[in-house]
T-cell receptor
Framework: LAKTTQPISMDSYEGQEVNITCSHN???????ITWYQQFPSQGPRFIIQ???TKVTNEVASLFIPADRKSSTLSLPRVSLSDTAVYYCLVGDPMDSSYKLIFGSGTRLLVRP | KAGVTQTPRYLIKTRGQQVTLSCSPI?????VSWYQQTPGQGLQFLFEYFSETQRNKGNFPGRFSGRQFSNSRSEMNVSTLELGDSALYLC?????????????FGPGTRLTVT
């Protein structure tokens, strides 16, 4: 699986848009980019997944440039409850050996 | 739809003992994965079961084992417990077949080894 690099931490304020960028220089052709969110003492929760360009759901948007060597998770108008650790993962879900390899993640702190 | 359930939620064991953790996946899910989370190592993949067969395995010693039953419920066992095994053990379920990508995590079992 491609290794990912994310900022260790980020600070924001309520109502702001937060963009978390993940680098994955060795991403393979069939790899997808997936983001998970984790609150303390809870299991991670799937946020969004994409392959290229832009994906949007009710929670977030995922921007992937043409070279796919990085991706950006965008959280619109964050609230205090968005304080969590965010993980970027890269892998081929169609591969039978696909498994989630979590890096250090990005600790997002949303302040009032 | 009920989520992933794990039992017990908390457990205290002594070094040298063994422990069995249980996971019930979301109905219809055939894949169950196990993860260990510690402050120092983060989230680490243990193994994955699909239709009662171990499909993937992480880099953990043989003291860590698991199995999956025909109803997709899964158990993991840790024998000869060490202090370093103290961790949050998370179970995740998924359909396990394309094009499904998502894994749904349970609340975890907090294991403390003294």
């Amino acid at each position: 699986l491609a290794k990912t690099t994310q900022p260790i931490s980020m600070d924001s304020y309520e109502g702001q848009e937060v963009n978390i960028t993940c680098s994955h220089n060795n991403i393979a052709t069939n790899d997808y980019i997936t983001w998970y969110q984790q609150f303390p003492s809870q299991g991670p929760r799937f946020i969004i997944q994409g392959y290229k360009t832009k994906v949007t759901n009710e929670v977030a948007s995922l921007f992937i440039p043409a070279d796919r060597k990085s991706s950006t998770l965008s959280l619109p108008r964050v609230s205090l409850s968005d304080t969590a650790v965010y993980y970027c993962l890269v892998g081929d879900p169609m591969d039978s050996s696909y498994k989630l390899i979590f890096g250090s993640g990005t600790r997002l702190l949303v302040r009032p | 739809k009920a989520g992933v359930t794990q039992t017990p939620r908390y457990l205290i064991k002594t070094r040298g003992q063994q422990v069995t953790l249980s996971c019930s996946p979301i109905s219809g899910h055939r894949s169950v994965s196990w993860y260990q989370q510690t402050p120092g190592q983060g989230l680490q993949f243990l193994f994955e079961y699909f239709s009662e067969t171990q499909r993937n395995k992480g880099n953990f010693p043989g003291r860590f084992s698991g199995r999956q039953f025909s109803n997709s419920r899964s158990e993991m066992n840790v024998s000869t417990l060490e202090l370093g095994d103290s961790a949050l053990y998370l179970c995740a379920s998924g359909r396990g077949l394309p094009p499904s990508y998502e894994q749904y995590f349970g609340p975890g079992t907090r294991l403390t080894v003294t």
